[in-house]
């Protein structure tokens, strides 16, 4: 499957050119409190809210810093309305790069790879790809590869949602609570680094306890 993994490099390195190119609108971009620190407290709400819905939506096309957004949504509007909008933005991103991979790349990845290969990787992600997104959602980069694949392979839309739930849902519960507990951002950023490690470690884990647990069934 050397040809697919050309694709994930390829992809992996116009997401890497795009960090480089967009670092720093982006990084302004995120620093929303000094945008809408005077405003009235509904104001305050709504404009925090929509931004963090639609910076995370674009995540799948632009380098967006979701952790530091999230953090900072939470610390301006609270634990669940940050909770709600991450949530939001994060399954809005993927069902973004789900669609655009389906209905605009997937005869050109099938042409790129040939019949063969991409049988293969169809039948791969059918059998393991809701695994692998609840896996890799906290992992940099990852979600939107698979999300990419995900739809150019056409994966079943609805276990592609639900499972992007299993694996969105947790880490914007995470980053809010980190928002309205710590104060340091640097302290933020570790601890949100510590948990896309842990919850990859623990995922893997349930993943292989459950085809482990397929296999001897069998």
């Known amino acids: 499957m050397y040809k697919t993994f050309i694709v994930i490099f390829m992809l992996i390195l116009v997401m890497s ?21 005077q405003a009235p407290p509904l104001t305050k709400l709504w404009s925090v809210f929509s931004l963090t819905v639609v910076l995370l939506s674009i995540d799948i096309i632009l380098p967006i810093p979701s952790t530091i957004i999230m953090t900072e949504a939470a610390n301006q509007i609270g634990l669940w309305p940050a909770f709600i909008a991450s949530s939001l933005g994060l399954l809005s991103s993927n069902c973004c790069g789900y669609l655009l991979c389906r209905y605009g790349g997937r005869k050109l990845f099938h042409r790129l790879v040939g019949d063969g290969e991409y049988d ?40 592609f949602i639900i499972a992007n739930l299993f694996g969105s849902l947790p880490l914007a519960f995470y980053c809010s609570y980190i928002g309205v507990t710590v104060e340091s951002r640097v302290y ?18 349930i993943f292989r306890y459950i085809l482990k647990a397929k296999t001897e069934s069998v």
């Open 188 to 205: 933020e950023m570790l601890l949100a680094i510590l948990f896309s490690f842990a919850a990859f470690v623990i995922y893997h884990l």
């Open 120 to 159: 293969q990787l169809k039948v791969l992600l059918h059998r393991y790809g809701s695994g692998l997104i609840i896996m890799t959602r906290a992992v940099p980069m990852m979600p939107e590869i698979i999300s990419a694949f995900a739809g150019m392979t056409s994966m079943n839309f609805k276990v």
């Open 17 to 37: 050119l795009s960090f480089l190119l967009f670092e720093s609108p982006i990084e302004e971009l995120s620093r929303i409190d000094h945008q809408v620190q």
